[in-house]
């Protein structure tokens, strides 16, 4: 499984593939999770509303997230549809060139990850912003080709004894549009792989 990471990342830097591998090794015991969500999406631009939306969203291990909203408009599928990428880098290999992001401006003790898309696509490239600490993806900024960005920022809580997503908030400008969302996870229910849990305690 990690080794798959070596012949995907573009590593300009000795620390990237580590930093990668230990993002995913947190999440090592996870084999999916079931939860209730709330999404809110707040227009700054025309017509300037607010719509709350509830639903479910569930994960399978490698990278497989599906949300179900109902009545669900474009720009809030946009936020839904990516804000499942952020904390799941085993995603990014598949479809990523992974290296450092040099210069880019970060918080103290953060470190921040470049990703270009391997094959054209309507995102030009992104940052990951990754707390070494925590192991987590504490940011996420989208470019798009269009001109357009969706800065998504994580928030996380312990469950079964793993950190993981409890919601994120973020800030959408696309070409004509501003708005901003955030999602809360709620009645999280967690399935752990038992060995790979315990294994992560040992050294």
């Known amino acids: 499984f990690l080794s798959q990471a070596s012949a995907a990342l573009a590593d300009d830097s000795p620390n990237v593939q580590s930093i990668v591998n230990a993002v995913i090794a947190r999440t090592q015991a996870v ?24 639903g479910a969203t569930t994960y399978q291990r490698p990278g497989t997230f599906a949300v179900t909203l109902h009545t669900l408009p474009v720009i809030a599928k946009a936020f839904a549809k990516i804000s499942g990428d952020v904390g799941d880098p085993t995603s990014w290999q598949k479809r990523y060139d992974i290296a450092s992001a040099g210069a880019s401006q970060t918080s103290p003790g953060q470190i921040a990850l470049r990703l270009t898309p391997k094959e054209p696509c309507q995102v030009a490239f992104a940052l990951a912003y990754i707390d070494p600490t925590t192991d987590t993806v504490q940011r996420m900024e989208w470019h798009y080709v269009s001109g357009g960005r969706i800065d998504v920022d994580e928030r996380y809580a312990v469950q079964n004894g793993v950190l993981m997503s409890a919601g994120q908030s973020a800030e959408i400008f696309m070409p004509g549009l501003h708005a901003s969302a955030s999602s809360t996870l709620s009645n999280i229910v967690v399935h752990t792989d038992v060995a790979a849990l315990s294994g992560a305690d040992k050294p």
């Open 31 to 54: 084999e999916g999770y079931t939860a209730d969500l709330s999404l809110h999406v707040k227009l700054h631009s025309f017509p300037f509303i607010g719509m709350t939306f509830n």
